[in-house]
């Protein structure tokens, strides 16, 4: 089981919001130190997110994408704001490992598969809930009828083999992930995910753990490991 840190960008800073929310806290406004420091820590792949990009519809910190990038030996997966085929071939021309999709992937199927027909691996599904509805636009804005689990399978039916998922209300809260809601998309969809949201302690990550032999492949870690409850050498360690 991959553990991932995020570095989530907004105002060229490193920050954290609390479910999606805009109040937030700087942690670092030198997000390629940020980088190099989880890479000498033993990261295998870095989770960026542009925030000023989820919020306004296109990417507004390539340049700082390009840098990380460029001084880090790990691959990094990008998302926020990429709402078109011109952008996934821009982030992926600036290096990065694999696009994530999210607003546009939600609300338009025959672009998702115009995408992953094009990108396959090279692209990721994420799936951001609210009491299992999908919502858009930066976590602002609910999709609608979008179910969770329903969104999910059609991603299997289109090719895709892993997406990610994010509990909106747990994420940034340090309450702990959503195992419940995990263990019925592992079960139900027979697909890998990457989990987020809530993870606030070792503990956490044990539970998770025992996920893995159903096919949970990596989670994603933020407030915690910038609020120092552990480190993530630690968290690897268990992993």
């Known amino acids: 089981m991959l553990i991932i840190p995020a570095i989530d960008i ?22 390629v130190k940020t980088a190099k420091h989880w890479v000498k820590q033993g990261a295998g792949l870095i989770h960026l997110v542009d925030l000023d990009g989820a919020f306004f519809g296109a990417p507004k910190n390539a340049g700082i994408v390009k840098e ?19 952008t ?33 691996n ?21 999709s609608g009828n979008k179910n969770l689990i329903g969104f999910a399978e059609s991603l299997k039916k289109i090719g895709f083999k892993e997406f990610i998922y994010t509990d909106t209300l747990k994420d940034g809260t340090l309450k702990g992930p959503n195992i419940k809601n995990i263990k019925a998309l592992l079960k139900k969809t027979g697909m890998r995910i990457i989990a987020s949201g809530g993870i606030s302690s070792l503990d956490d990550i044990c539970r998770l753990k025992l996920l893995e032999r159903l096919g949970l492949s990596g989670i994603i870690i933020g407030k915690a490991l910038y609020e120092g409850k552990f480190t993530l050498t630690q968290a690897i360690k268990i992993s």
């Open 10 to 31: 907004q105002g060229g800073c490193v920050v954290r919001l609390v479910q999606g929310k805009t109040d937030k806290k700087i942690y670092s406004r030198d997000p």
């Open 68 to 86: 990380i990038v460029k001084n880090i030996p790990i691959p990094v997966e990008f998302g926020g704001g990429v709402r078109d085929m011109a």
């Open 88 to 120: 996934i071939k821009q982030m992926l021309g600036l290096g990065v490992y694999r696009v994530i999709l999210g607003t546009r992937a939600i609300q338009d199927t025959a672009f998702l598969k115009k995408a992953y027909k094009i990108f396959k």
């Open 122 to 142: 090279k692209i990721i599904v994420s799936l951001d809930a609210r009491d299992e509805k999908i919502v858009v636009k930066g976590w602002k804005v609910s």
